[in-house]
């Protein structure tokens, strides 16, 4: 493809994409495709000879849309949001045409520079502790996923421990790791991919609210130290994924000094709402972590992978990730000037993902930004509203930030029945979770097209889905 | 931006890259930004209100590509190849329009579909073993770089001996791993990230030609098992970052074989070359592999990032890394009848990727990308003849495919001197290595846009400014 075929080809698609935001209402929201769907109108080997470009486009509305859940549509409600922006998509496009690495400053200055900066730019946007910021002791870093926020942090505290030695000796056996029993399950998966097994998570009760208890925490830890074990991470959530839980940070945080244990605070989804001062509440506390993940990937207009991670001390983080073998040396690395942004995860290569966060804070501007956010939880307050005044439905919990988590009255098949009703109707698409052990209906309110008719339009669906199943047939 | 303005705006980013495309070759190869140059340009806080489109990608122009290595520079031979195309910059930005999660069959079934349907195809393109198709017991799936893909080959090796209860119990504190000397760094790091430490991983001896000695590794073995030690984990490389070479797979798998140790393939850089059958050799003994990987986003046309990660039997990776939370639960994952790649990777978000894998098979077809292959290592070819040519040079080691590693005569100083002098120019870039304890350079041929006359201009470079060095001043 010459770079000409390239400029009308990439007006094709970029036409294709903006017919798609504008029409994506059209589709049903969760896909109808059937295991092997995809596949069995797949050709069974590649082509020998290349294809026109026209081609494989047409395939991708023939053959990849009806395979395709919506996550863009208006009426995704699933999940949590993972949403997207024209600027984020320009911004992901220049990227794969710059195609640079970011992986040692010297492979393109440009791209770490602008990550740290765009990253320092947030700890004032959301208010985060100066700790964060790149000019002190600490930093932020894009990592892929939460997922891989969470690993890196349980590393740097598990290694810290393990003085000069630590290194080559491995992860001490000793260490133990917490979370609430309503924490992401990538803790566990970060306890599993460091080696110390799942029995090295202690999974603390919470409170009616499905927020830690501080209290479980102190006596927990304390019975481990007394068994010979040593209390060394300690994963707080704002927002669980379940009901937008916030664990209390301050209580947390000082039973970790006393431990001398690192604490991650993990606000995937929640921290986005950190933009509007009236949401920092549940940041309180925040001054004693150290360290922070927060998605702009989810709730943020930038299209997934961005996760924005944050350490007081970058020191830690060096000890357990840096490698520094002789093809990767450079004089910029090895003048101490900069910051070399593969010792701070576990991949080597990275793209210049800063550039799509850039295009997505300087387009909306904080208060775009603030504007969106404050609107999705107004949706979220008027929906949890219309919940409690119908006798019919009620509320598992109250409403948090942005996510309403309620029931039908008739029970969990009763609940079952109405989700799978609702999800195959293709108007709308909404996941569950349990609660207190009972099928938990969750409507998370964040993608970018959102407004008051989708939310209106999906609570009249629920309402007329519920009636009709409950009607003699 | 509204839908129009995305289809206004995307063209100009469109016609960006194809300019940038056309005139790469106009900027300085590596980035001559010293350390703070682009920070001090950002303004300190983020903007309050959102600003046009138009200034943002003004300040691409003026800010960030004076910070930007130029890897997709036809005169970029450093490190190893990172290119993209035209097809697959297309297919991200599809990817990121769409903007779909591929985490569970159910969040997009097309995403998972291709990517199972498009890996399937490679192993029949690159002919390797059969038991890598997803129609066995196999299956390959796409993770973000080599460094993953060696790690969940490390964390499926491990838990396989761990029983019933390895999960909880963590990695058995037994088990060894082991690499040649010239393995790339990620292996070590794989070690750190699963807790093991570096003390358990075993550096093989090399050969002359900086392959690993099979009868070391079995010595090294026999010692570790007499000392009540398991060896669990071998990772053999083809193509080694320092010079391509590639160890011997028929010996190691035998080795293997009879210590029931997991033999991982890391073929990151090389393994593209197997589209050729010409180039296969390096290939043989993988039969006893039970995993293997090579990065598409290095030599195979598609942007980063795409490492394309197979295994013979999936049920090891998938007890290391499975997690199944309530909030995931499905019809589909419960029916069995469908893959979730969230227990194929560390983290658990995934994008779209398949899209420009598929892009680029497509548009190239396996004889437009065998031809690019071809014309590489020819070039390469040619520029170790004129190296053997010239008396003032020398070969390190014989080329190995895309790959030449060379010195000056002069000894290390002239060698590291030469080096920056070249990568001062901005005319070329290369990078270097040390082999058998002296400075060597490396010269990596696989830039997308890489033709004949930019490599014999780098070899008039090299020479000129060799022999500048040289006289007296």
């Known amino acids: 493809m010459t770079p000409e075929e390239f400029r009308r080809h990439g007006r094709e698609v970029i036409d294709w994409i903006a017919d798609y935001i ?58 949590y949001p993972a949403n997207t922006s024209p600027p984020s998509i320009l911004g992901e496009l220049l990227s794969a045409g710059l195609g640079v690495q970011g992986m040692l400053w010297t492979t393109s200055p440009a791209c770490t520079e602008l990550e740290q900066h765009v990253l320092d ?97 102190a006596e927990r830890m304390a019975a481990d130290v007394a068994d010979g074990l040593v209390p060394a991470f300690v994963c707080a959530t704002v927002g669980t994924t379940s009901s937008a839980a916030v664990d209390p940070l301050e209580s947390i945080g000082e039973i970790c000094c006393r431990h001398g244990a690192w604490l991650h605070v993990d606000a995937a989804m929640a921290g986005t709402a950190a933009l509007c001062p009236e949401f920092r509440g549940m940041h309180d506390g925040l001054e004693a972590a150290d360290s922070y993940a927060f998605n702009p ?46 010792d701070w995860q576990v991949p080597l290569g990275r793209r210049f993902r800063a550039l799509k966060l850039w295009f997505v804070i300087r387009s909306f501007g904080v208060e775009g930004l603030q504007e969106k956010i404050r609107g999705h939880v107004a949706l979220a307050e008027e929906f949890a509203g219309w919940v409690e ?75 007329e889905t519920a009636r009709a199943q409950q009607s003699p047939q």
Chains 1, 2 share one sequence.
């Open 389 to 463: 005044a119908d006798e019919s439905f009620e509320l598992a919990v109250p409403r948090s930030l942005n996510l309403v988590c309620f029931r039908h009255g008739g029970g969990d098949d009763v609940n079952q029945q109405l989700l799978d009703a609702l999800n195959d109707s293709g108007q709308v698409f909404l996941t569950h979770t349990r609660l207190e052990n009972r099928l938990t209906l969750r409507f998370s309110i964040g993608q970018t097209g959102t407004r008051r008719e989708h939310v209106e339009r999906a609570w009249g669906l629920i309402r």
């Open 121 to 217: 730019w947030l700890v004032e946007m959301l208010d985060l502790p100066k700790k964060f910021l790149s000019s002190g002791s600490g930093g932020g870093v894009i990592q892929d996923t939460a997922s891989s926020a969470v690993l890196c942090a349980l590393l740097a505290a598990c290694y810290r421990h393990g003085g000069a030695n630590g290194r080559s000796a491995g992860i001490d056996r000793r260490l133990v790791a917490y979370a609430s029993d309503q924490a992401h399950s990538s803790i566990e998966k970060a306890l599993l991919v460091a080696g110390m097994g799942t029995g090295r998570l202690r999974k603390i009760e919470t409170d009616d609210g499905f927020a830690m208890r501080a209290d479980c925490l």
């Open 22 to 79: 504008e029409q994506v209402e059209r589709y049903p929201v969760h896909s109808r495709a059937r295991p092997g769907d995809l596949r069995e109108a797949l050709p069974e080997t590649a082509p020998r000879a290349g294809e026109p470009f026209e081609d494989i486009l047409a395939d991708v509305d023939r053959l990849i849309l009806p395979g395709i859940t919506h996550w863009q549509s208006p009426s995704f409600f699933g999940f």
């Open 297 to 342: 990937h989810k709730w943020m207009f930038v299209n997934f992978d961005c996760d924005c991670f944050f350490v007081a001390d970058r020191g830690p983080l060096l000890e357990a990730l840096s490698i520094l073998p002789e093809y990767l040396r450079n004089q910029a690395t090895q003048s101490g000037q900069v910051v070399d942004f593969r």
